[in-house]
């Protein structure tokens, strides 16, 4: 489920679906945005919003769900999946860190 979907639900079911309260995604995704800010931006744009990564981690740590099944929810490869999910766990856990 991409993030405009899940953005449609009540807090309740948005809480039963992530795990997490909106307050506690949207700090996540904060820290996520501040990171990205201080990188110079070149090539491509990304083909998901920030939003969407952080819903797409959230949803591998909650449901052990494999990278084939979130790539194809969300149009991406495994490869794609597991490079994003490597890059926002690691930009969650060193914030956590400092």
Not at 35 to 59: F, N, T, Y
Request: aromatic share 12%; hydrophobic share 40%.
């Amino acid at each position: 489920m991409k993030f405009w979907r899940a953005k449609q639900l009540t807090s309740r079911k948005f809480k039963r679906l992530t795990g997490v309260s909106r307050r506690t995604f949207q700090e996540m995704v904060g820290l996520v945005k501040a990171h990205e800010k201080k990188k110079k931006k070149s090539g491509r744009r990304p083909k998901l919003i920030i939003e969407d990564k952080v819903l797409m981690v959230i949803q591998y740590w909650r449901e052990y769900r494999t990278y084939y099944h979130i790539g194809l929810d969300f149009g991406l490869s495994e490869s794609a999946v597991c490079r994003i999910v490597f890059k926002i766990e690691n930009i969650l856990n060193f914030v956590k860190k400092v």
